[in-house]
């Protein structure tokens, strides 16, 4: 029989708002959603009554490889994402990643998307570097892509070329990613033509970064039906500037948000919400709209990445869910003002994997082992170990290192 979960009495996101309703899990699923749901015998019922659930978060780029720290660079700007990366593999701090071992980055960054209340992440890395570490992390990675490192004269040799990587994508219903346009050179700024001449523009493209691109660039992007994907943070720290991503809104193109890798951007996904909030105040004078942060986090990159339905909360689909305890009221969204305490339980394909001491009747139930951690005064419990790894890491390195996208230990 398989493990069921009731929560009850939770103000649950659907159809573009928060409602009171009950939520059922059975198995990996989520069975039903609806008012006053009964237990059956096998369950375990949970009252989340002020708490709301949202369908578990999705980064849309990041490099797990690179999760380590402390950032490189910042005062010095550049015009290619090259020169960045050629002064961040000259670095100090590069070196010293070079001694941790790859499956030790990728939990890292696994932990650092989970604290956050991420469930899904989207790694940028051909197949061949992932596949080792598929199905063994505390957070789901999108494995089914086709790629490109990014289009242009610098671009690394991933995959099997944008033209032939792009007719795959189509083939197998599956997205294309690549960074287009990371930079403000000429380079960058003809990389949308380039891909277009190479037929790789369409549907099923998911182009990250897009920096220099105005109103000619955007109209084109829409029109094929594109999908782009927003990292402030990284943009500003390497370059001074992002994308104009009100433009992209405004002409309706499906914009998803991602935290970059850990050299340059974001410490986690609730970090990247906050800081497109305030640029965006910052260029536009005016309030980027709560709902359209949430958007960029679930249900955007569920249509970008090919992931089913954009609703995530409905029967029948996988129970990847984050409950929220915040001071809000119930039908109040505020992505942007999230913080670790606030999250309450992340729940994956139905199994408990982080979340606060009050769901420790739940972890043992699904005969789950955890690990207590401390967020401001308040015990949490996650599967697995990341005391032990970052132990690990100090042994690594030969010094006791702290990592500030993970709490402390």
């Known amino acids: 029989m398989a493990n ?3 929560f009850q009495s939770a103000s649950v996101y659907r159809n573009g708002k928060l409602e009171t309703n009950d939520l059922f899990v059975e198995g990996e699923k989520i069975s039903k959603i609806d008012t006053n749901l009964s237990p059956n015998n096998d369950s375990i019922a949970i009252s989340l009554k002020g708490k709301k659930v949202y369908p578990g978060f999705i980064n849309s ?3 797990l490889l690179a999760s380590y720290l402390p950032k490189v660079g910042g005062n010095e700007k550049h015009k290619s ?10 670095s100090g701090v590069f070196a010293e990643r070079q001694q941790v071992d790859p499956e030790i980055l990728y939990y ?6 989970l604290f956050s209340g991420v469930t899904t992440v989207f790694d940028h890395i051909p197949h061949h570097v992932q596949n080792p570490f598929r199905g063994i992390l505390p957070v789901k990675l999108i494995t089914d892509y086709t790629l490109a490192h990014s289009i242009g004269n610098y671009s690394l040799g991933w995959g099997e070329g944008p033209a032939l990587e792009y007719r795959m994508a189509e083939h197998a219903g599956l997205p294309f ?44 992007i829409l029109e094929k039906g594109a999908s782009v994907v927003w990292c402030p943070t990284s943009n500003l720290h390497v370059f001074g500037r992002t994308t104009n991503i009100k433009l992209f809104l405004d002409m309706g193109v499906n914009v998803c948000l991602g935290t970059d890798y850990s050299p340059s951007g974001s410490l986690n996904l609730l970090e990247e919400l906050k800081t497109a909030k305030s640029i965006y105040f910052g260029l536009y004078g005016e309030e980027l709209p709560e709902s359209t942060l949430l958007k960029m986090i679930t249900e955007n990159p ?28 119930d039908t109040e969204i505020h992505v942007s003002e999230l913080s670790w305490k606030m999250i309450d339980l992340v729940v994956i394909d139905g199994y408990p994997i982080y979340g606060s001491e009050e769901y420790r009747s739940l972890f043992l ?7 207590e951690l401390s967020i401001d005064s308040k015990i949490k419990l996650v599967a697995g170990s990341p005391k032990k790894l970052l132990k690990q890491v100090s042994d690594s390195v030969g010094y006791k290192k702290s990592l500030a996208f993970l709490p402390n230990f």
């Not at 890292?108 to 998307?113: F, H």
């Not at 277009?196 to 099923?204: F, I, N, P, S, V």
């Not at 249509?303 to 929220?324: E, H, Q, V, Y």
């Open 4 to 6: 069921s979960i009731l």
């Open 61 to 63: 780029h990041d490099h």
């Open 81 to 90: 994402w090259l020169s960045y990366d050629n002064l961040y593999k000259s």
């Open 108 to 113: 890292l960054g696994a932990y650092k998307n």
């Open 177 to 220: 990613v690549t960074h287009l346009a990371e930079g403000l050179d000429d380079d960058s700024k003809q990389s949308l033509r380039l891909l277009e001449k190479m037929d790789a523009l369409g549907e099923h493209s998911v182009l990250v970064h897009c920096l220099p691109f105005g109103a000619k660039e955007v109209e084109k």
């Open 302 to 329: 569920r249509k970008a990445f090919r992931l089913g339905n954009p609703d995530a909360l409905m029967p029948g689909l996988s129970a990847d869910l984050l409950i929220i305890n915040d001071d809000k009221k």
């Open 365 to 371: 139930h699904f005969g789950l082992e955890t690990e």
